[in-house]
């Protein structure tokens, strides 16, 4: 073959990339068929329904925003990896998975949110949802770095390092999450909701210049 | 790593335009969900009903121009754009949430144009989600050029100066595209129509012509 | 800015050319969607109605061939286009809003094409997309070719004139489509299905080995 | 024209790569619309409800891991592919009409896998659309392998020989699961699940690393 190994690593990450970020970006255009336009009956009014529905907002946006989340860690993710193996495309496919299944959780979420007898089941099935991507993106991150398998030869032990502990709380935060669910849905949710506007705005690439700089 | 921080930098804004791209292309076609083909019962005509729905034609014709000119303008913003940071993508993501959330006042706005209860409801939906859409862009633009943050360092501060002016008058046009609903919503979707084709046939390129042709 | 003027026009017809890749790619994709899974009532038989269902059949392949052809008769274009400019992406966007009504018009031909009544608007609706979007085919390459507006420098006159008269007949080809529906539908559809084998099959890329060969 | 052939062929296999991921990644996310969300009526659990719907959770699961494998060998085949013509545009527009078609296969599945009069049908169908993409797979590699026709020239004879018996496989193993449903749907199903996870798990590059290393 004509390729060089490296050109040819460089068009197998990058089609895994072009591939994941087009189910990311489906999974997240797709939420808002999730809010529904309502069939008024005779003297009902819109504004009324408009409002009445605002648990569909709320489901709406904090699914956007943790879908949003998860692509800049994806993204973030490979750009220490250089190569992928077919357990490495298996595990990513499990994280789409739960990825696209987010969709169901978050109409699940949004009918259920006001119904005091199954708001519960709901809630743990959101909360649920979040933990195995959480673990999935564990995985990975495992799976590329042991014994820096598909990672660029030279990276950095304490790099590595790093990132691993993150990796470590993704999973235990989402744990948490699902107990909290037990206590109060508003409590589990408003963490998901605080867990996502943080990873949002803390900038993970801090780390990454502290050990690239050397 | 390997790479050079410039190519490091290309491959992260290229994906976060890839993804966005994405996001676009999904919301657009999308749209045409919103149209719908009928379940006639006997001896209904098929024209009739199909000529009834107008407004449905209308919502669609309006919201794709809308989308493919914001696409347009996206792509503009990512001409000078070097860098992206974690606030830059959470904008970014914000943004993306309202051109997806157009999907839903397209519906809205086709169900309810000739209902003059809640016409009205529909047109502030439907206005206030281009507003949205214009503040998110106007915001991104002023994280990414306050003090060149993630432009281009040789940047003319002529360019930027010229954009920023841009960048001003779209919120004000929407925001008189919604104060125009309370006088007529056929007032306003003609504002937002014109709007549409007037950003979709200026070359906005000349202005950076200007600056770099220098 | 620090990028040549080259790399920026590969940059911005790149762009457009994967936006319009993941419009004819949801385009395509959604057309499924058209097709029913029945709710069948006690001592129905599935394949009964799976059979009796043949139309949507005939509907969605017939759809999937001519976006695909369309799909790679858009691809095709780009082989000669180097630049884009704002008139030539607002004639792309109205060509893809005619690619994604077409998802539209393939559910009303589904529908519709057994109930005589209403099968020859259903007919007229599906070849008046067709012939939409061979018009704005050929706006397209009119507006790039012009006057070389938006090719490369080097273009062949004489390849140039070729590609002419080929769009010269997409048009009119779907002008007699339209018209067969008033005599048959069947007629017009099978002049359709003809056409999108025979474009899939009919190796463009010939005329251009012929003057770029010189 | 001022490309090379080279960069021109490498444009074009990129650009039908970057068409068929969309296609592949939206027919993947579309696949969760599939799992129905409940109106319960007044005392129902929805406990209950989410439990009851198992064969809807195993239709995504086996739906989602055989389009991934389908994505990767796509994916496998595009290395050693260098150019592209109508033949095998045409072909993997089929391969693609397949994989969409499997979106309506898993509905089936889904909703008729309980149902003891019906299942035989839907498990025929689901196995049916495996076999066309099996054998759609077979057709494009032989179209591409004959001859050297759309390959590497100096691809080894060996590498071609291998991927030829591979591909003969594919599509006798659907055959088998197709056979099997007349025996036991859960058995067809099972040897599904199987092949989807062992072709996940095979690293088929082995193949490929001992005829380049040479």
């Given at each position: 073959?004509s ?49 009445n ?16 989340v ?36 978050t109409?699940l979420?949004a ?20 933990f195995?991507?959480?673990i ?18 030279n ?9 691993d ?7 235990l ?11 109060s ?12 506007i943080?990873?949002?705005?803390t ?12």
């Amino acid at each position: 073959m004509s390729e060089t190994p490296a050109q040819s690593d460089a068009r197998e990450t990058g089609r895994t990339e072009a591939f994941s970020d087009g189910v990311f970006a489906i999974a997240i255009t797709l939420l808002i068929l999730e809010i529904r336009v309502p069939h008024l009956e005779e003297g009902q009014s819109l504004v009324t329904f408009l409002l009445n529905q605002w648990p569909s907002y709320v489901a709406y946006v904090l699914s956007f925003l943790v879908i949003a989340v998860m692509w800049v860690n994806h993204h973030n993710l490979f750009k220490y990896i250089r190569r992928v193996d077919n357990i490495f495309l298996f595990l990513n496919s499990l994280l789409l998975m739960f990825i696209t299944f987010l969709n169901f959780s978050t109409v699940l979420l949004a009918d259920y949110l006001l119904d005091p007898n199954n708001q519960q089941v709901a809630g743990l099935v959101y909360a649920g949802t979040g933990f195995m991507i959480a673990i999935l993106f564990t995985l990975l991150w495992r799976h590329a770095s042991k014994g820096n398998r598909l990672l660029d030869k030279n990276a950095h032990p304490g790099l590595i390092k790093a990132i691993d502990d993150q990796y470590r709380y993704g999973p235990l935060l989402y744990v948490l999450a699902f107990g909290l669910v037990f206590i109060s849905i508003w409590l589990s949710l408003a963490l998901q909701f605080g867990l996502a506007i943080f990873f949002s705005l803390t900038d993970s690439s801090q780390i990454r210049t502290k050990y690239t700089s050397q």
